[in-house]
């Protein structure tokens, strides 16, 4: 992927792409952030919040419309009072629950045509909604668990650059594979600025099995683009990294994924992280995930896990 500066955008508006659980936000600009065209893709990314909020909203809409429309013909529903619009609303929620509780009903042409509409209306809202339902409730998670910081530290007698993760499920994942991403900002020979990304070769990219933690590890050699860069030339080339890490679990029989992304700030030298793996009274083998993000200052053995 290549990006090159300078060029204007068709259009102001911006949308966030967020990195699940990073500690960046990359935006683009001329993305609508919500495209009504998409209504799936927009139902399944939002929020537990923000779908019930639009699930409220949308609801009440098709109720408020509904009840203007039995008002503007009266008499079109028996009892219900001339201009009346709190009385034509629950007329028209009880419609579209298909709920009928007898004092309200259509007593014309324009009355049973709304309420028939409403009704069908009401079927297609309410399969819809339920089939969004089963869909955000169905949707693996991961719960893979990434240290806030990345490190750079001597292992092996190389520089290496580490990323910690955990499995953050009591169930066991399996057949597990980790990529490391890197965006740079760069300058070609005939000095022309883009920002160019890289696959960094790990030592190790997959575990049979992933039961706890794995810190993934990328040897800064002569080959890797990172080699000679330290915190200074990281900041000025505006180094981003991603952690994408894919697994089966073995209990939901699905496969999960997850990315994580730090910029030049979380990338943190002269230091390694603190052990999390330890052994309790019985000789089980124990996780501490609450340290799953400390560090310490190099030196020693290298970390665990």
Same mark, same amino acid.
């Given at each position: @992927?290549?990006?090159?500066?300078?060029?204007?955008?068709?259009?102001?508006?911006? %949308?966030?792409?967020?990195?699940?659980?990073?500690?960046?936000?990359?935006?683009?600009?001329?993305?609508?952030?919500? *495209?009504?065209?998409?209504?799936?893709?927009? !139902?399944?990314?939002?929020? =537990?919040?923000?779908?019930?909020? &639009?699930?409220?909203?949308?609801?009440?809409?098709?109720?408020?419309?509904? $009840?203007?429309?039995?008002?503007?013909?009266?008499?079109?529903?028996?009892?219900?009072?001339?201009? *009346?619009?709190?009385? +034509?609303?629950?007329?028209?929620?009880?419609?579209?629950?298909?709920?009928?509780?007898?004092?309200? %009903?259509?007593?014309?042409?324009?009355?049973?045509?709304?309420?028939?509409?409403?009704?069908?209306?009401?079927?297609?809202?309410?399969?819809?909604?339920?089939?969004?339902?089963?869909?955000?409730?169905?949707?693996?998670?991961?719960?893979?668990?990434?240290?806030?910081?990345?490190?750079?530290?001597?292992?092996? &007698?190389?520089?290496?650059? @580490?990323? /910690?993760? $955990?499995?953050?499920?009591?169930?066991?994942?399996?057949? !597990?594979?980790?990529?490391?991403?890197?965006?740079?900002?760069?300058?070609? +020979?005939?000095?022309?600025?883009?920002?160019?990304?890289?696959?960094?070769?790990?030592?190790?990219?997959?575990?049979?099995?992933?039961?706890?933690? =794995?810190?993934?590890?990328?040897?800064? *050699?002569? !080959?890797?683009?990172?080699?000679?860069?330290?915190?200074?030339?990281?900041?000025?080339?505006?180094?981003?990294?991603?952690?994408?890490?894919?697994?089966?679990?073995?209990?939901?029989?699905?496969?999960?994924?997850?990315?994580?992304?730090?910029?030049? /700030?979380?990338?943190?030298?002269?230091?390694?992280?603190?052990?999390?793996?330890?052994? *309790?009274?019985?000789?089980?083998?124990?996780?501490?995930?609450?340290?799953?993000?400390?560090?310490?200052?190099?030196?020693?053995?290298?970390?665990?896990?």
């Amino acid at each position: @992927m290549e990006e090159k500066p300078g060029a204007k955008p068709r259009s102001l508006a911006t %949308a966030p792409m967020p990195v699940a659980g990073a500690a960046l936000e990359l935006r683009k600009i001329g993305v609508a952030r919500f *495209d009504i065209r998409d209504p799936y893709h927009l !139902a399944v990314t939002l929020s =537990w919040p923000a779908f019930a909020i &639009g699930a409220l909203a949308m609801l009440m809409a098709i109720n408020v419309c509904f $009840a203007l429309l039995y008002l503007a013909r009266p008499g079109a529903v028996a009892n219900l009072p001339p201009g *009346d619009f709190l009385s +034509a609303l629950f007329f028209s929620i009880e419609t579209l629950a298909t709920v009928g509780y007898g004092e309200m %009903a259509p007593a014309s042409v324009w009355g049973h045509t709304v309420a028939a509409a409403e009704i069908i209306t009401g079927m297609a809202f309410t399969a819809i909604f339920t089939g969004l339902l089963f869909v955000r409730f169905s949707k693996p998670k991961a719960r893979i668990l990434f240290a806030e910081t990345a490190i750079v530290a001597i292992y092996n &007698g190389e520089p290496t650059l @580490m990323v /910690r993760i $955990a499995n953050g499920k009591l169930t066991m994942l399996s057949t !597990a594979s980790a990529r490391l991403g890197l965006l740079m900002a760069e300058v070609s +020979a005939e000095g022309q600025s883009f920002r160019r990304t890289h696959d960094l070769k790990l030592q190790r990219a997959e575990m049979p099995i992933f039961p706890l933690t =794995w810190t993934v590890m990328h040897t800064i *050699d002569a !080959a890797s683009p990172l080699a000679g860069l330290g915190a200074a030339e990281l900041a000025e080339h505006d180094v981003r990294l991603f952690v994408m890490v894919q697994a089966r679990d073995t209990a939901l029989d699905a496969q999960v994924q997850a990315m994580r992304g730090y910029d030049y /700030r979380h990338i943190a030298f002269g230091r390694r992280y603190a052990d999390a793996i330890s052994l *309790d009274e019985a000789g089980r083998t124990v996780a501490d995930l609450s340290r799953l993000s400390l560090t310490e200052p190099e030196g020693g053995d290298a970390a665990s896990g």
